[in-house]
């Protein structure tokens, strides 16, 4: 009996254990996949410039046409590109000039720029249109600089934005010449002044409209990167402290783990016992009757 409560325990002990290491042996590795970033500022810079400024590019394609004779369809399409980068320098000013560097090197535009921060926590941010034959030149060089902590590219058709724009211009121009061939008639004061307020809403949403379309031009065909540079050095983390780390949050969960299934265990004892308390009292009462 004493040798199978041994073994019994020893095999407990092997249990309680084995558990122990593998929520030590977890906490450790997850600390070496785990960065650390010592400046987690968000900026939302570029955010509240989104609908200030938009370049846009296009590509000339043909395509074959669905009808019988399979002819050549000349296609323009127009389309936005955005590169995002956000990197981390633990040498700011001379990365800095690196970007800026790469920026005239690729005959690309700094059409809004944010630098803030001390020294030791400065963060840069640069809204850059590029031409689009050098998109792909200029995010390779971009991304090279520092430390990468996110980058990506999005492209979005706007070849239909662009065809509305046109047939609302078109509709509006033609509004707009029916309204002053009334005004050339004559009429009423009043008219007239209805005649020109409208004339004149017509012209203001014309306006709009060519700055909007002028967005799409060749000669202002650009593609978009935004660069972030935050400055910083990179966090090194001794294998003793990650030890420790580990260590005491394996101790604490550990302890958790072990205080909820004593309880646990200690109220289905309790269930248990009344449950078989009850059974002796049923059992009385029914050798009584």
């Given amino acids: 009996m004493e040798q199978i409560f041994k073994r019994r325990f020893k095999k407990l002990i092997g249990y309680l254990l084995s558990i122990f290491l593998i929520l030590f042996v977890f906490r450790l590795v997850y600390g070496y996949t785990k960065k650390v970033d010592q400046n987690p500022r968000q900026t939302q810079f570029f955010e509240s410039i989104s609908n200030v400024k938009r370049n846009y590019a296009s590509k000339k394609y043909e395509v074959k046409s669905t009808n019988a004779t399979q002819s050549l369809v000349k296609v323009d399409q127009k389309y936005e590109k955005v590169a ?38 400065r963060k840069l941010n640069l809204l850059i249109g590029v031409p689009p034959e050098n998109f792909d030149a200029l995010y390779g060089d971009l991304i090279a600089i520092g430390t990468v902590q996110a980058k990506q590219i999005t492209k979005k058709d706007k070849t239909n934005e662009y065809k509305e724009l046109n047939a609302k211009k078109a509709s509006l121009e033609k509004i707009r010449n029916s309204l002053l061939e009334l005004k050339s008639k004559g009429g009423k004061i009043e008219e007239y002044i209805q005649l020109e307020n409208r004339i004149l ?67 289905v004892y309790l269930v248990l016992l009344i449950i078989d308390k009850l059974r002796i009292i049923e059992k009385m009462i029914n050798r009584k009757e």
């Fill in 84 to 121: 995002e980068i956000s990197t981390k320098s633990a040498a700011f000013d001379s990365e800095e000039k690196q970007a800026r560097a790469h920026v005239a090197k690729y005959k690309a535009l700094v059409q809004f720029e944010q630098k803030s921060g001390n020294k030791g926590y």
């Fill in 201 to 267: 809403e017509i012209e203001n949403q014309l306006q709009d409209l060519g700055v909007s379309l002028g967005d799409f031009d060749d000669e202002n065909e650009f593609c978009t990167v935004q660069f972030s540079l935050l400055e910083g050095k990179e966090t090194r983390i001794s294998f003793i402290h990650r030890v420790k780390v580990a260590l005491e949050w394996t101790i604490k969960f550990y302890l958790r783990i072990i205080l909820t299934l004593f309880f646990l265990s200690f109220f």
